[in-house]
């Protein structure tokens, strides 16, 4: 079917009468003391009545112009069927820990031992390109926590920002708190129901000028779910002077701090001791905060304004022929 952006242009359409009615016509003269008869008072019956309907004809054209252009500023547009777009109305925080701890290589990628980090961004990225409809968001915290990128359909820029991410640009500490408080900030004026965030750690939160469970209040007041990651291995093997050692990169983590945030905001709490739980971990939460709305209908609009303005430069052209053979 066809629809007008702009229908009230064609309120237009009278003006040319209006103008014809109101404004007076120019009078010829009336001094001349001699009048010279002009030929056509001699000419055929026939040539007369040619003249009239050649007038005729140029008037129907010169309608049929004013009417197409008309048309054609009116923006006709023709609207193809309805496509249905499910909706899933989910808000995700990320809040990415770059604390220095970060740079433990006890993570495995491809049978190649990576840091936090880095398999960190392997995994979450995939999950980040699996966010269609969603809107996503970036804090980075260490020492401070940044908003990296605000709420956006731009997933794909979320995804680069987090790529280029290193570890100590927010500052070697650790402030979970910060960065919940920072979320808490940004999502206030967002719909209660799909407030989340996810907080990915691998440490204890040792600075900053709020607590975990000070912010975790915040957090449930303003009726934020915060899901909380701890990763890092059980144990790594190092090389020293004296040999390889085996070590428990994990001891720093405050596992209990990170079950009560998400305990006290209605969220969950994960552990990732390798690349495949995180896997897991990322799977879950699709589950989780599956949260479909109502469908919403979009239909295709072509705008078609070029057949009507073709039309009228094609009148033009023709009425312009017209008088040239008058």
Not at 1 to 22: G, K, N, Q, R, S
Not at 61 to 74: E, G, H, P, Y
Not at 128 to 145: E, P, T, W
Not at 251 to 256: M, R, T
């Given at each position: 079917?066809?629809?007008?952006?702009?229908?009230?242009?064609?309120?237009?359409?009278?003006?040319?009468?209006?103008?014809?009615?109101?404004?007076?016509?120019?009078?010829?003269?009336?001094?001349?003391?001699?009048?010279?008869?002009?030929?056509?008072?001699?000419?055929?019956?026939?040539?007369?009545?040619?003249?009239?309907?050649?007038?005729?004809?140029?008037?129907?054209?010169?309608?049929?112009?004013?009417?197409?252009?008309?048309?054609?500023?009116?923006?006709?547009?023709?609207?193809?069927?309805?496509?249905?777009?499910?909706?899933?109305?989910?808000?995700?925080?990320?809040?990415?820990?770059?604390?220095?701890?970060?740079?433990?290589?006890?993570?495995?990628?491809?049978?190649?031992?990576?840091?936090?980090?880095?398999?960190?961004?392997?995994?979450?990225?995939?999950?980040?390109?699996?966010?269609?409809?969603?809107?996503l968001g970036l804090i980075l915290f260490g020492s401070q926590a940044y908003m990296q990128t605000?709420?956006?359909?731009?997933?794909?820029?979320?995804?680069?920002?987090?790529?280029?991410?290193?570890?100590?640009?927010?500052?070697?500490?650790?402030?979970?708190?910060?960065?919940?408080?920072?979320?808490?900030?940004?999502?206030?004026?967002?719909?209660?129901?799909?407030?989340?965030?996810?907080?990915?750690?691998?440490?204890?939160?040792?600075?900053?000028?709020?607590?975990?469970?000070?912010?975790?209040?915040?957090?449930?007041?303003?009726?934020?779910?915060?899901?909380?990651?701890?990763?890092?291995?059980?144990?790594?093997?190092?090389?020293?002077?004296?040999?390889?050692?085996?070590?428990?990169?994990?001891?720093?983590?405050?596992?209990?701090?990170?079950?009560?945030?998400?305990?006290?905001?209605?969220?969950?709490?994960?552990?990732?001791?390798?690349?495949?739980?995180?896997?897991?971990?990322?799977?879950?939460?699709?589950?989780?905060?599956?949260?479909?709305?109502?469908?919403?209908?979009?239909?295709?609009?072509?705008?078609?304004?070029?057949?009507?303005?073709?039309?009228?430069?094609?009148?033009?052209?023709?009425?312009?022929?017209?008088?040239?053979?008058?």
């Amino acid at each position: 079917m066809i629809e007008f952006a702009t229908p009230y242009v064609f309120l237009l359409l009278p003006l040319p009468l209006i103008f014809y009615f109101l404004i007076p016509q120019a009078k010829g003269s009336e001094s001349a003391a001699l009048k010279v008869p002009d030929i056509d008072d001699f000419a055929p019956f026939q040539r007369t009545i040619s003249v009239r309907k050649r007038n005729f004809f140029t008037l129907i054209l010169t309608c049929l112009t004013w009417i197409a252009l008309v048309t054609a500023a009116a923006r006709p547009q023709w609207v193809k069927n309805p496509i249905q777009i499910p909706q899933t109305g989910r808000d995700l925080m990320l809040a990415v820990d770059l604390s220095g701890s970060m740079m433990m290589e006890d993570f495995e990628v491809r049978g190649r031992a990576v840091d936090r980090l880095t398999a960190l961004k392997l995994i979450l990225g995939e999950f980040i390109d699996r966010r269609k409809g969603d809107r996503l968001g970036l804090i980075l915290f260490g020492s401070q926590a940044y908003m990296q990128t605000p709420l956006t359909f731009d997933t794909a820029t979320v995804k680069q920002l987090l790529n280029e991410a290193v570890v100590g640009l927010a500052g070697k500490e650790t402030a979970i708190g910060d960065a919940i408080g920072l979320a808490v900030k940004h999502l206030r004026d967002t719909p209660q129901e799909s407030r989340v965030l996810i907080l990915l750690t691998d440490g204890i939160n040792n600075t900053g000028e709020l607590s975990p469970e000070k912010a975790a209040e915040l957090a449930a007041n303003a009726k934020l779910k915060i899901y909380t990651v701890a990763i890092g291995s059980n144990e790594a093997i190092v090389q020293t002077l004296f040999g390889a050692r085996r070590i428990h990169p994990s001891a720093d983590i405050d596992e209990e701090g990170l079950k009560f945030v998400a305990e006290k905001t209605g969220g969950h709490y994960f552990r990732a001791y390798d690349t495949k739980d995180l896997v897991k971990i990322y799977q879950k939460i699709d589950q989780l905060e599956m949260m479909e709305k109502e469908n919403k209908t979009y239909r295709p609009k072509d705008d078609i304004f070029t057949i009507p303005l073709l039309l009228a430069l094609t009148l033009i052209g023709i009425l312009a022929v017209v008088r040239v053979k008058t």
